[in-house]
């Protein structure tokens, strides 16, 4: 059975860095691509980045201060977020899609293969 599961969310000052893990079970990351979600109170969910084999996907707001990666022998895919500002305090949430192309942030939702449960960031002064 698929399964999710995010950490490394928690609290960080304007300017600061943050790296969130998504471990993943119960799938091969060289089948499936994985991604990026955040949602605030009141908004809705949206795609933050991808990968897969095809290049990496970022939402306009986050290219160049986040970048995502993966460590295939530890089934993890990270988020490493540099320069977070404010309007980054979301929950984020990773997702799979099945097949090799970075496609979680174009599948439509509903269609995803699996989710976390979340982890939570919160930038504050």
């Known amino acids: 059975q698929m399964r999710l599961a995010e950490s490394g969310g928690g609290l960080v000052q304007p300017g600061g860095s943050l790296t969130l893990s998504c471990v993943v079970f119960?799938?091969?990351?060289?089948?499936?691509?994985i991604g990026w979600y955040r949602k605030a109170p009141g908004k809705e969910r949206e795609g933050v980045s991808c990968?897969?084999?095809?290049?990496?996907v970022y939402r306009d707001s986050v290219e160049g201060r986040f970048t995502i990666s993966l460590d295939a022998a530890n089934s993890t895919v990270y988020l490493r977020m540099d320069n977070i500002q404010p309007e980054d305090t979301e929950e984020y949430y990773c997702?799979?899609?099945?097949?090799?192309?970075?496609?979680?942030?174009?599948?439509?939702?509903?269609?995803?293969?699996?989710w976390g449960q979340g982890t939570l960031v919160t930038v504050s002064s």
């Open positions: 119960g799938l091969t990351l060289e089948d499936f691509s």
């Open positions: 997702a799979s899609d099945f097949g090799p192309y970075a496609t979680v942030l174009t599948t439509p939702m509903e269609e995803l293969d699996a």
């Open positions: 990968i897969g084999k095809t290049p990496s």
